[in-house]
């Protein structure tokens, strides 16, 4: 207060009524009036500077409380979501691949990740941003590394980071690379119907991923005709119209079967008219050298006939 008096005190009576008329007050009356009036003034000033601080602070407090109590909750959310990644993660190794269904299998579980996020994102009203973060929390392993190719932009970026996971990882980018593969594959001299078959199965479900079965197993099957080494059996094929891939696998490893076993009866026949005709050969040569030996003159040397000789 003492302070304040001195100031006052030291103030001329233009400079108080200019601070008054700034402070919207009277400016009438004698210097010590207009010195009580503007100490007043500022006492006010300064009163109404501490309650809007203390408000302030009360306001920013209760701000961040809710914030951190928000962030705590997202926190959670996104451990929850780990948790169900990991578990994911942990049944796609127990999958077995030996068979096409099982691979279908692993192929939507592995899916399943991002329709999680998906749920979460609705669940909790998450940003692009948010949902990015929850995306990077839940990589794994080598995926991680992506992360130091990345600006923090980038980072907060939700479909920049998929793209870039995509680009790595994906295989939508390699489709027109498995369609050339696809279009070019025969069966080569020495590789069995079966492996062709797994073969081809593989290339058109990385070419047409997101194509439906029945599409798919049409063109598995079209392929797989096209691509058949033998002519007849492509023929026999062709007439039955399999509808599913596995369907010309059997016919074609049927008809191959019926073609080997009409190819052992056939050598079978050959064998046995060998046999007749050899069996016919000799008889006639037996015939001719006996003839000839009937025809010779009867020789008698010493006194003794010569002797026929047959064969």
């Known amino acids: 207060m003492a302070s304040k008096q001195v100031f006052l005190k030291d103030l001329k009576v233009a400079d108080l009524k200019r601070e008054l008329e700034e402070r919207e007050c009277e400016t009438t009356g004698k210097k010590a009036d207009l010195q009580n009036r503007l100490r007043e003034a500022l006492e006010n000033e300064e009163n109404k500077i501490t309650e809007n601080s203390s408000c302030l602070q009360k306001q920013i407090g209760e701000y961040v409380d809710g914030k951190f109590e928000e962030i705590e909750n997202k926190l959670v959310t996104v451990e929850e979501f780990q948790n169900e990644f990991l578990e994911v993660e942990r049944k ?17 579980a592995l899916k399943s990740p991002g329709s999680d996020i998906d749920r979460l994102t609705r669940a909790n009203g998450w940003s692009l941003a948010e949902k990015a973060t929850a995306m990077t929390l839940a990589l794994r392993g080598d995926a991680t590394d992506i992360l130091q190719t990345l600006s923090l932009e980038e980072q907060d970026d939700y479909h920049q980071l998929v793209k870039h996971l995509e680009m790595r990882y994906g295989q939508s980018h390699l489709e027109h690379v498995y369609h050339s593969q696809l279009k070019n594959r025969y069966q080569k001299s020495n590789e069995s119907l079966q492996e062709f078959e797994a073969d081809i199965a593989r ?5 047409y991923s997101s194509t ?3 599409v798919m197993e049409r063109l598995a099957v079209q392929a797989f005709l096209d691509g058949l080494r033998d002519a007849e059996t492509r023929q026999a094929l062709t007439l039955a119209r399999p509808s599913k891939l596995v369907d010309a696998l059997a016919r074609a490893l049927e008809f191959e079967a019926a073609k080997q076993s009409c190819r052992s009866q056939a050598k079978v026949r050959k064998m046995e008219e060998d046999v007749e005709k050899g069996i016919s050969n000799e008889a006639d040569i037996r015939r001719v050298v006996n003839e000839i030996l009937d025809k010779r003159p009867i020789r008698r040397w010493n006194g003794v006939k010569d002797t026929h000789i047959t064969i």
């Not at 127990?94 to 299998?105: A, I, K, N, P």
């Not at 290339?203 to 070419?207: K, N, Y």
């Open 212 to 214: 439906s079965e029945n």
């Open 203 to 207: 290339l058109v479900r990385l070419a």
């Open 92 to 108: 796609i190794e127990t999958l077995s691949l030996e068979s096409g269904e099982q691979q279908r299998v692993v192929n939507t």
